[in-house]
């Protein structure tokens, strides 16, 4: 049975999203960083000199850049097509579903059985408001936000709902309450987000790939995201939002296979992993020490940990004689690649912030 919205609404307001402000706790239970007065970590590779210290690479596997392809709107007639991409190429989307109109016109906007079935299939769903900033319902902009939530959290399951993105063309938004109730709001103002400068209330997003081949002096084209001599592109993260698709496929089709062509630079995102990684990311502190022949990894952030748990891929220069490192954080073993620069061994080991420390031992 479908819930439905004034009954269950309290829900989601009385879950309290960070510490009272003022508690020691406060500074370590963030929802949303806004924009960073200055960047957290340099977009320069770093490679830590000895065993007792380690960095957090600025994106997953220390891949170069990152990629993420959101659709708004509900747009039920392109999901076949949306989801035999995903088959094709291994990702995943991000749907920012106007919640208030699922289940009318089921045709174009879904019912809640299909948009379940859209997370069962590894798809990730998210809000884009409950209204649409609807002039004809007359929403407070942050009521607008906690109806769209509220929806999603009681007739979805097995995923967390906290990201929106900004409804267009109708009432005018606010960025204070966006952040206030999501981990990450998606706007529209189409360049790329500088690596270590996402401002998380209100991301940057290109519509569509209609400028993804454009030539590197393009503000919007994939050239330059892998050069490191392109001192505004490289290492960025390229967002991009799709309405209908419908004209666009020989474009998407073109982008993907060179995305794919360059999968081991390029890390594709849902756009939720991006604001946990991001800003994860951006408050982490990382230290090292050893004992025994053992070495140790605590790794903390300042983001609150009931909707930040993505882990962080930590980069630590092995020790002399190891070959390869065995990795594990509360008794579960912890993903790790070996790497070689300037004839040095560094692992970069996989460690959910918060969650304990990581040992490490010779393989």
Same mark, same amino acid.
């Given at each position: ?97 106007? $919640?208030?109109?699922?289940? $009318? ?57 906290? $990201? ?93 296979? $060179? ?105």
């Amino acid at each position: 049975m479908v819930k439905t919205l004034d009954t269950l609404l309290f829900l989601l307001v009385s879950i309290p999203l960070t510490a009272p402000a003022g508690s020691e706790d406060a500074t370590r239970s963030l929802l949303n960083l806004g924009q960073l007065k200055k960047p957290h970590i340099p977009i320069a590779r770093q490679w830590p000199a000895d065993p007792n210290s380690a960095v957090v690479c600025l994106w997953p596997g220390g891949k170069t850049a990152a990629f993420s392809v959101t659709i708004d709107d509900n747009w039920r007639p392109d999901h076949a097509k949306w989801l035999a991409l995903s088959k094709k190429y291994g990702w995943y989307w991000t749907w920012f579903v106007i $919640t208030g109109k699922v289940g $009318t016109n089921v045709n174009f906007n879904g019912d809640w059985a299909h948009w379940q079935a859209m997370i069962d299939a590894g798809q990730d769903v998210q809000s884009h408001s409950f209204s649409h900033r609807s002039r004809k319902l007359n929403l407070p902009a942050r009521e607008d936000y906690e109806k769209g939530l509220a929806l999603l959290r009681n007739n979805l399951k097995n995923q967390r709902f906290c $990201t929106l993105a900004y409804p267009g063309g109708g009432l005018p938004n606010d960025i204070q309450a966006g952040a206030q109730l999501h981990i990450g709001c998606r706007g529209t103002r189409g360049v790329l987000n500088p690596a270590n400068r996402i401002n998380y209330a209100n991301t940057n997003s290109l519509s569509g790939l209609k400028s993804f081949g454009k030539p590197e002096s393009h503000w919007a084209s994939f050239a330059g995201m892998l050069n490191p001599k392109n001192r505004r592109k490289y290492r960025a993260w390229m967002c991009v939002h799709f309405h209908g698709l419908k004209g666009q496929e020989k474009l998407v089709e073109e982008a993907f296979s $060179t995305i794919k062509k360059h999968e081991d630079e390029i890390w594709v995102g849902k756009f939720r992993e991006v604001m946990m990684y991001g800003q994860e990311r951006d408050t982490a502190e990382v230290t090292v020490s050893s004992q025994n022949g053992e070495y140790q990894i605590t790794l903390r952030d300042r983001m609150d940990d009931r909707f930040f748990d993505f882990p962080l891929t930590i980069k630590w220069r092995l020790p002399q004689g190891w070959e390869q490192v065995k990795a594990v954080q509360n008794g579960v073993e912890r993903p790790v690649t070996v790497i070689t620069h300037d004839n040095n061994r560094y692992a970069l080991i996989d460690i959910v912030p918060d969650r304990g420390v990581t040992h490490l031992q010779k393989r």
